[in-house]
C-alpha cells in the first residue's frame, strides 16, 4: 500500500510538472526576452548593427524566430549557436575565444602592461640627474685627460 501512494505522489507530480510546462509554452516571450537574445547577435546583412534595432525586414523574421524558439523552451546559448550555425561566427556580438579570436583578448592587456613599463621608464629617466661623462669617468683615462687639456687651451 506505501509504494502505491508513492508511485501515485510520483506520477501527479510528473503531471503537473508536465502541465505547467505546456503552459509556460504556450505564453509567447516578451519583446524584452526577444532582445535580450538578439542584442548579443549582429544583423548577418548589414554591417555592425545589433539584430535587437535592426530595422530591416530580415532581421524581423530573425526576431520571429528568436521568439519562437524561446517559445519551444530553447536556451539562449542554443539559439545563439542556431544563428553560428546558419550564418557563421560574424553574427555573435562576442567573438569566441578560439583560434585568431583569442588575440582580441589577449592583445589589449599586454599592449597596455608594456605601454605602463615604458612610460614608467621614461618617467624615471627624467628624475635622474643627468651626469657629465666626464665627471664620472675615471681620472686614468688618458683620452679623456687630452680631451680636458684641449678645451682648457681653446676656452
Known amino acids: 500500500m506505501g509504494r502505491m501512494m508513492v508511485c501515485t505522489g510520483v506520477l501527479a507530480s510528473l503531471l503537473l510538472a508536465g502541465v505547467g510546462t505546456v503552459q509556460a509554452q504556450d505564453e509567447q516571450p516578451t519583446d524584452d526576452q526577444v532582445n535580450a537574445v538578439a542584442k548579443g547577435l549582429y544583423c548577418p546583412v548589414c554591417e555592425n548593427v545589433p539584430l535587437d534595432v535592426c530595422p530591416t525586414p530580415a532581421c524581423k523574421q530573425w526576431r520571429d524566430t528568436i521568439r519562437d524558439q524561446l517559445a519551444q523552451g530553447w536556451t539562449q546559448g542554443q539559439i545563439e549557436q542556431f544563428f553560428v550555425d546558419q550564418y557563421g561566427d560574424r553574427v555573435l556580438g562576442t567573438p569566441p575565444a578560439t583560434g585568431l579570436n583569442w588575440l582580441v583578448y589577449l592583445l589589449p592587456p ?14 624615471r629617466g627624467w628624475r635622474k640627474p643627468l651626469v657629465s661623462t666626464i665627471e664620472s669617468a675615471s681620472p686614468d683615462d688618458r683620452y679623456l685627460e687630452r680631451v680636458e687639456e684641449e678645451i682648457r687651451r681653446r676656452g
Not at 110 to 123: D, H, K, P, Q
Open 110 to 123: 599586454l599592449v597596455f602592461v608594456a605601454g605602463a613599463m615604458i612610460l614608467a621608464g621614461v618617467f
